[in-house]
């Protein structure tokens, strides 16, 4: 039985393309919410009030912070040019225009530096890698905790990593000081209910758990799992399976978009990487 949303009783088997152990059963809401997991690319024209961002930025600050650092921002974009402009420098994905909120979460050792400044006191542990990787985490498990707090409302939302497409334009736009950048955005809205898009399988656990040390993962497994995506895609009148599209994501850097340049562009806005 599907949901109209592409989301069947059988999450699991779509999950792992058929083949899931029964110890993966859903042993609560909170593990069953996280298994149906899918990104969500196309929303109804409902809104979102307020209170329900609210809601969700106190889901995402109640994440896990380096240190308590909170080396993070979000931003709340809802005015549709500027959610036209900031489409434009990320993809020119539909979705971005469409959905009613769109969050853009930053690294952000700005207030930091702020608080330092303010009292005459040095900063140079931002200019390290180590601080930029920290403001990455925290912006990137913020934003994990804010994906779960929607679902569990019934909201749809998915990832925009494009927001580093073009970054130092974004950051201009957003009006983003000295230490602060675009990690990743997200367009948040009510799920379209005849959007096909469902729970996409993942690579076998054997796969990616390792037990004790590292094992390379057998190509046998690689090719079981790309036939598993596969037979998801053409689902939805897609032929692609998950080889061909890493080998196309990793072959060059053309495909980076842009983002082949991130080094250098947090440098210019006050992240160097020591
Ligand atoms: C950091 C990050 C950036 C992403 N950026 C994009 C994006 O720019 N456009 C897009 O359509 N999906 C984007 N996605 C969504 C992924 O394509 C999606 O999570 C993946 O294909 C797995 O599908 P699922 O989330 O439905 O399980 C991004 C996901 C992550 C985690």
């Known amino acids: 039985m599907s949901d109209g949303r ?21 042993a609560n809401e909170v593990i069953a919410l996280l298994q149906r997991h899918r990104s ?7 809104g979102i009030d307020d209170d329900t961002v609210t809601l969700i930025v106190s889901a995402a600050q109640s994440a896990a912070t380096s240190s308590n650092m909170q080396a993070w921002s979000v931003i709340e974009v809802r005015d549709p040019d500027h959610k036209a402009a900031i489409s434009v420098l990320a993809g020119d994905q539909a979705f971005i225009r469409q959905a009613p909120v769109f969050l853009i979460f930053v690294a ?34 913020a934003a994990q905790n804010a994906t779960i707090a929607a679902e569990s409302l019934g909201l749809g939302a998915v990832y925009v990593g494009a927001v580093r497409n073009r970054p130092e334009e974004l950051a201009d736009l957003l009006e983003l000081p000295p230490g602060a950048f675009p990690v990743m955005g997200m367009a948040l809205g009510h799920p379209d209910p005849t959007d096909r898009a469902g729970v996409k399988p993942r690579l076998p656990q054997d796969v990616v758990r390792h037990r004790e040390t590292y094992r390379p993962a057998p190509d046998e497994a690689i090719v079981a799992y790309d036939d598993a995506v ?9 032929s692609h399976g998950w080889i061909g ?14 983002r082949e340049k991130l080094r250098a562009a947090l440098e210019r806005r006050g992240l160097p990487s020591k």
């Open 230 to 238: 596969r037979t998801y895609y053409a689902g939805q009148g897609m």
């Open 245 to 258: 599209t890493i080998l196309g994501r990793i072959r060059s850097a053309t495909t980076l978009r842009g």
């Open 108 to 141: 952000d050792w700005a207030r930091h530096r702020g608080v330092a400044e303010h009292r005459g006191e040095a900063a140079e542990g931002v200019e390290y890698i180590e601080s930029t990787l920290v403001g990455f985490i925290d912006a990137a498990l």
């Open 40 to 46: 969500v690319r196309s929303f109804t024209d409902e």
């Open 6 to 26: 592409g989301v069947t009783d059988n999450v699991l088997g779509q999950r792992y393309g058929g083949g899931a152990p029964a110890s993966i059963a859903p």
